[in-house]
T-cell receptor
Framework: QQPVQSPQAVILREGEDAVINCSSS?????VHWYRQKHGEAPVFLMI?????EQKGHEKISASFNEKKQQSSLYLTASQLSYSGTYFC????????????????FGQGTILTVHP | KAGVTQTPRYLIKTRGQQVTLSCSPI?????VSWYQQTPGQGLQFLFE???????NKGNFPGRFSGRQFSNSRSEMNVSTLELGDSALYLC?????????????FGPGTRLTVT
């Protein structure tokens, strides 16, 4: 089942902060965050694993609440380059310690940053 | 390292035809996943290959198939094309073993079925 992202869209001025949420009805092993600009491929931002491990870009932060199966992506001091569609992709907990490459993606959150 | 490459980038086909798309993963990555992206359905998982074996499959009809070669390059094939198959087809690669790894996406193949 597809994770639910909120909000669907957000508009910011440069320098403002935003939070994007991703919620799943299934027990999760990991949450992946990607950003996609129009006409381009999704770009990896962050992985959050069950147990607390995280891998990602220095300027991106995120959280993963394993009990609630929710993840949030925090974008601080936004820049024009942050504009794009943000997707969360989830792996169910039965994936164990091996990724089988099957991510179920949310519907996306469109982020627009204005000067 | 060179990124994930996909060929062709754009393709126009007619209903009923078949099409083959190619994906070359990042060097050293043994796993390739395929996704279909449409405005209505978003990003949907098609299948994943590791060491020439399909490990996982999404909910797509049998017209969608794939394979992986010994050099980890992967192809997907769609037979008897339908108008609804028009989409951006993305492949992603990652090491394929051990803990969950980030997937690196290729630029995609834009397929238009007329």
């Amino acid at each position: 089942q597809q994770p639910v992202q909120s909000p669907q869209a957000v508009i910011l001025r440069e320098g403002e902060d935003a939070v994007i949420n991703c919620s799943s009805s299934k027990a999760l092993y990991s949450v992946h965050w990607y950003r996609q600009k129009h006409g381009e491929a999704p770009v990896f931002l962050m992985i959050l694993l069950k147990g607390g491990e995280q891998k990602g870009h220095e300027k991106i932060s995120a959280s993963f609440n394993e009990k609630k199966q929710q993840s949030s992506l925090y974008l601080t001091a936004s820049q024009l380059s942050y504009s794009g569609t943000y997707f969360c992709g989830t792996e169910p907990s039965n994936a164990g310690g091996t990724s089988y490459g099957k991510l179920t993606f949310g519907q996306g959150t469109i982020l627009t940053v204005h000067p | 390292k060179a990124g994930v490459t996909q060929t062709p980038r754009y393709l126009i086909k007619t209903r009923g035809q078949q099409v083959t798309l190619s994906c070359s993963p990042i060097s050293g990555h043994r796993s390739v996943s395929w996704y279909q992206q449409t405005p209505g359905q978003g990003l949907q998982f098609l299948f994943e290959y590791f060491s020439e074996t399909q490990r996982n499959k999404g909910n797509f009809p049998g017209r969608f198939s794939g394979r992986q070669f010994s050099n980890s390059r992967s192809e997907m094939n769609v037979s008897t094309l339908e108008l609804g198959d028009s989409a951006l087809y993305l492949c992603a690669s990652f090491p394929g073993q051990g803990a969950s790894y980030e997937q690196y996406f290729g630029p995609g193949t834009r397929l238009t079925v007329t």
